[in-house]
């Protein structure tokens, strides 16, 4: 005989190896607790997604899970300053987002997660909305209308 065939022999001879008796019973619905009295030790469960959603921002008028468009659905950091306008005594900004659509504001316009705080010649400066219940300051953000090695001097 072969080596193998001997050590298998011998194995399964001694009783090393048993068959399984913990089967899946038919009809046990996919993520129901298993009564095999199996303790994770405090260990977070590996098939879990370590990716946690966002949550759903607030849409105008507060309602939220509404789909977001126009000015409120561009976020700050895809944001581009594609020009400055002035009317009377008034400055706007044309305001491009990632899908190259362009837009229109003014001072207090807002966005995803910012409100338009001032523009200028140069630029508009955004301010970022907080959590509510944060202590954190409202961060500033300055879009230039041109990139800074563009800039005139």
């Known amino acids: 005989m072969k080596p193998r065939i001997l050590i298998f022999a011998f194995v399964m001879a001694a009783g090393v190896v048993r068959p399984v008796s913990a089967q899946i019973p038919v009809g046990t619905k996919v993520g129901e607790p298993t009564t095999s009295g199996y303790d994770s030790g405090g260990r977070r469960d590996p098939f879990m997604s370590l990716i946690v959603p966002k949550r759903p921002v607030a849409g105008p008028g ?50 995803m997660d910012a409100t338009i705080k001032s523009i200028d010649a140069q630029g508009v400066v955004f301010v970022e909305q ?3 219940g944060s202590t954190a300051r409202p961060q500033e953000t300055r879009k230039t209308l041109r990139p800074a090695a563009e800039v005139i001097r």
Not at 68 to 90: A, F, K, P
Not at 99 to 105: E, L
């Open 130 to 132: 907080t959590e509510p």
């Open 62 to 111: 507060g309602i939220v899970g509404r789909a977001l468009s126009g000015l409120t659905s561009i976020s700050i950091s895809d944001v581009t300053v594609t020009g400055i306008v002035t009317v009377g005594n008034q400055k706007m900004c044309l305001l491009q987002g990632a899908d190259r659509q362009s837009y229109v504001a003014k001072v207090g316009a807002r966005i």
